[in-house]
């Protein structure tokens, strides 16, 4: 799937009934109950300048997203600095009249829920807001992107905090192994750099450099600016054209990347890690997006991975548990230099099981058909997805961008007809032509402690090719200068081998496809159409059943699809001490199979009509969630109830899922974030539950038997602590009938669970130490915390608004911690639970940087709990949790009614938090700093992790 368009699934099938249940699709969007039309309209400015505002009307709220034609691939003489994406952190720290602090203080004030991201082509910069700060918001958008300034300071303090992010890279298995893969797959092309830079090479982009870059890059004619949200597209535009419409255009002819060069294959690659488990890629080059393979390579990438029915996720995780995860990429880019690929991660003496199990099951596409009813479903989630995947306002604001960017601004229709009309024989030949084995790359990310990787794995006939040290992380000059003087077994050292096959080594890959990029359309200066949604959002209705259920549904017309869903009173806190994972185990194994289903046939009965279904466990409950069309919800609510009321837990799934989270389990071991928190939550919650692992402990899994997992569903199935919830195209009537007759004859339950009572926080601080070889340093802090129903929650969230933002990153902390250079990430949250939770503070820093960090952190603190912050700060905090709250907490119809749904099983009604912003508009000052002078005088755990 292209990266462009990774929100853009959807597929059109040839066969009759495919093809009029689309259609029918299509016409309950457009026609069904009271119509509201979305309107797109696409204009060109003088200055050359692409805007495209959407109209949506379903919420008060405003977004604003601006990219810019640059990337990691782009960069031109700067190729391997990583200059776009150092740019991006430079964006918004100061302009030519406004200081950072000023900056901070707008961006605050409109709520701070603003972000940016860099990719090999384009570096996106956003924000979303209420709609009453959208005029400020463009505003602020065109200040500091237009208006740019640049110092030493400014650069220097980004250098460090973009070197830890680098760090950070460096201890991310799956990251290490895409570069390796890419730099095997696309040796000497821009696509195979990383998007960060080369260490060395970053480090010595200048400020003149940045400000050459910024000049010929950030103009008019090489953006794109979307505005989406609760206004007119014309007074949206406008705004724009105020702001944007006199900057003067470069007259620049966009970067363009080189056809990569024919290369002789197969190719492999072994990198030597500090990682305990391997990561793993195999594929092949494909095609840019224009090329018409684009359709039937997405089919086979879904037939391969899409869902738990997927070949790729039966023959690794269901029939053998041979991997912890398992992926496949069809990246068909807008530069020449695609790929096909499958990435799995696994344990070492696993590996050769796993790729030929993985190997042979892609291969069989050349030799095999899809079957009609394969091909139907793979299809079918293609349709669902886009549904699933584009009902928030960001991500619709987002898929329009995508297909500005490309010049065609409704690419995305064109792709859902290219895709429908894929046939069996069209996905084998595109298969054919492309998965040969002289067309084939493989990498693996080898555990140096494992010992010496074997390249006879790969075959006979190797010649070695290349050998180095990985430039990603020591730089590209000891890249360079380590070339041909490694040995195996080295840290970091990597190996490139050709195959010699006497039937493979003449091939060259050369493809047939066109070399032009054709996607771009002809525009007159203004272009619109219409979306559509199908009629509007409802409230919250409850119904209880006599036995103590209930359901709980929000109706939303506006969208095509429902979300359903339990909630099961228990979680993590109904676990009895020595059975850490239980939970994890038992919400698995509800899908594992029923008395009249086995576990394929219950992923099949929704993934084939284009849904899924999950299950999950969070600290006060299991639960199981669904997303389906919205005509499917009642299939979906007869599933989840034959999965809760009926699972028989058979012995041979048990082993299977056990198998599968103990290797899990092994994966979590190499990432410094996971390993600190686990470490934090056990020392914190003592013998309480809460501070178990989510997936348990080695020991505790292995000691689970039948008998312990039955006793814990007995406990469980009492109607009275479930909470079955639908959202979405649905009628609440209709469904609450088929809850009577699901439901209705389950008597309340005798069986009580054991309460584990309050957590016994340690009345002295506690201090734990973990050294590592990674690349950074974790830090967490945990402090005693609150009931969710304490009033003193209220404060606790004002508090992280103060101290670090709400879900991006403000605040103090991010203030003070990245102006001085010290983190990449830093954030403070509260732990709202049923029983007393946290109040947390996290950060990743790199070594001889620990103390310093840890300093300012407390020197925060110390200043919040005994000095009131000031009126225009409380305010901005205030702003930034409430527009925060309204535009990711409650997104989505399914969000507000999980919200809602998780209050109820606390027993506190599901109209608990409407009165939320009130609530926290009536926290003064003086209350802030008596509750953080509270809240943080208590004793604390404190936990470093990694490089000291």
């Known amino acids: 799937m292209t990266a462009v368009l990774s929100d853009l699934t959807l597929t059109k099938d040839t066969s009759m009934r495919s093809f009029n249940r689309f259609m029918l699709l299509l016409l309950i969007l457009s026609l069904s109950g009271s119509v509201l039309a979305q309107r797109v309209v696409r204009q060109e400015l003088d200055n050359g300048l692409v805007v495209v505002a959407l109209e949506n009307h379903s919420s008060p709220t405003a977004t604003v997203r601006v990219y810019v034609r640059t990337g990691g691939a782009y960069e031109g003489e700067y190729q391997g600095a990583g200059i776009s994406h150092f740019y991006e952190h430079l964006h918004g720290d100061a302009t030519t009249t406004l200081a950072k602090e000023e900056i901070s203080i707008w961006d605050e004030s409109l709520g701070g829920a603003s972000n940016a991201w860099t990719s090999k082509t384009t570096t996106c910069y956003y924000q979303v807001t209420t709609v009453e700060f959208f005029d400020s918001l463009v505003e602020l958008m065109a200040e500091t992107l237009l208006r740019q300034d640049f110092n030493d300071e400014v650069i220097t303090s980004q250098k460090g905090i973009i070197t830890k992010e680098i760090n950070m890279n460096n201890d991310e298995a799956p990251t290490r192994l895409y570069y390796r893969f890419l730099h095997t797959l696309y040796p000497d092309s821009p696509v195979s750099d990383p998007i960060l830079g080369y260490p060395d090479m970053f480090m010595a982009v200048t400020e003149e450099d940045l400000r050459d870059y910024y000049g010929e890059r950030y103009t008019p004619d090489n953006m794109v600016v979307v505005v989406a949200g609760d206004l007119s597209a014309e007074e949206m535009i406008a705004k724009v054209k105020e702001e944007f419409g006199d900057e003067v255009p470069s007259g620049i002819e966009p970067p363009t990347i080189p056809s990569p060069e024919p290369l002789m294959g197969p190719r492999y690659s072994v990198e030597y890690s500090t990682f305990d488990t391997v990561q793993f890629a195999f594929g092949w080059r494909t095609v840019p997006l224009w090329a018409e393979e684009l359709y039937p390579l997405d089919i086979l990438m879904n037939a391969l991975s899409h869902g738990r029915s997927s070949r790729l996720y039966q023959a690794l995780r269901e029939e053998r548990a041979l991997v912890s995860s398992v992926d496949v990429s069809s990246h068909t880019p807008t530069y020449d230099a695609g790929s096909f690929a499958v990435y799995l991660a696994t344990e070492p003496e696993k590996l050769a099981e796993a790729y030929a199990v993985a190997y042979d099951e892609v291969m069989a596409m050349r030799d095999e ?81 494992s010992g010496e990787f074997d390249p006879a794995f790969f075959g006979e006939n190797l010649e070695l090719v290349e050998s180095g040290l990985s430039g990603e992380k020591v730089g590209y000059a000891g890249w360079q200068e380590s070339l041909g003087t490694v040995e195996h077994g080295d840290p970091d050292s990597y190996f490139v081998y050709q195959g010699l096959s006497t039937a493979m080594v003449s091939n060259e890959h050369r493809f047939d496809h066109s070399r032009v990029n054709d996607l771009a359309v002809d525009y007159p200066a203004t272009w619109e159409f219409d979306l559509y949604e199908a009629g509007e959002g409802g409230e919250i209705e409850l119904f209880t059943l006599d036995n103590g259920l209930r359901l709980m549904v929000l109706e939303d017309h506006s969208i095509g699809s429902a979300t359903v869903g339990a909630l099961i009173d228990g979680g993590l806190r109904a676990e009895q001490p020595g059975d850490a994972g239980a939970m994890s185990l038992i919400a698995r194994l509800l899908l594992g199979g029923t008395e009249s289903r086995t576990n394929e046939e219950i992923n099949l009965t929704l993934e084939e009509r284009g849904g899924f279904i999950h299950s999950s466990t969070s600290r006060d409950y299991a639960q199981l969630s669904a997303k389906v069309l919205g005509e499917d919800a009642p299939l979906a609510l007869e599933l989840i109830t034959d999965c809760l009321r009926n699972s028989t837990f058979p012995a041979e799934r048990i082993e299977l899922e056990r198998e599968k989270m103990l290797a899990e389990l092994a994966v979590q071991k190499d990432d410094p974030f996971t390993q600190a928190f686990k470490v934090a939550r056990k020392t914190f919650f003592g013998e309480h539950p809460y501070g178990h692992p989510y997936l348990g402990e080695e020991d505790s899994l292995v000691a689970l038997d039948r008998d312990d997992l039955l006793r814990y569903h007995d406990e469980l199935l009492n109607p009275e602590k479930i909470i079955l919830l639908v959202s979405g195209a649905v009628d609440s009537l209709s469904l609450y009938q088929q809850l009577e007759e699901l439901w209705g004859d389950l008597p309340r339950s005798s069986v009580k669970s054991a309460d584990p009572g309050n957590p016994q926080f340690s009345t002295e601080e506690q201090s734990i130490t973990i050294p590592t070889e990674r690349e950074q340093t974790v830090l967490c802090w945990y402090w005693p915390g609150y009931k969710l129903d304490d009033g003193k929650n209220y404060t606790m969230h004002l508090l992280d608004s103060v101290l670090s933002g709400v879900y991006l990153p403000n605040g103090r902390l991010h203030s003070y911690l990245r102006g001085e250079g010290l983190v990449y990430a830093v954030h403070a949250f509260g732990q709202f639970t049923f029983k007393p939770g946290a109040f947390i503070i996290y950060l990743g820093t790199e070594p001889g940087k620990v103390e310093r960090a840890a300093e300012i952190v407390r020197r925060e603190l110390d200043l919040i709990a005994s000095e009131a912050v000031p009126a225009d700060e409380l305010e901005r905090g205030k702003t930034m949790l409430k527009v925060s709250r309204f535009v990711y907490d409650l997104s989505t119809a399914s969000a507000r009614l999980n919200e809602a749904a998780y209050y109820e099983l606390a027993g506190l009604g599901y109209s608990f938090a409407d009165d939320f912003a009130e609530r926290i508009d009536e926290i003064t000052a003086e209350e802030l700093r008596s509750f953080a002078d509270e809240l943080l005088s208590q004793p604390f755990t404190f936990v470093q992790y990694g490089n000291l």
């Open 369 to 449: 058909l899809l079957s009609d009813e394969e091909l139907e479903r793979v299809k079918n989630g293609f349709l669902a997805n886009h549904l699933f995947y584009n009902e928030e306002l960001t991500d619709q604001a987002s898929q329009l961008a995508s297909d500005a960017l490309l010049g065609d601004i409704e690419f995305s229709t064109r792709y859902v007809e290219g895709c429908h009309g894929v046939t069996a024989e069209e996905a084998r030949e595109a298969a054919r032509k492309y998965f040969s084995p002289d067309n084939l790359f493989v990498t693996v990310l080898w555990p140096a402690s």
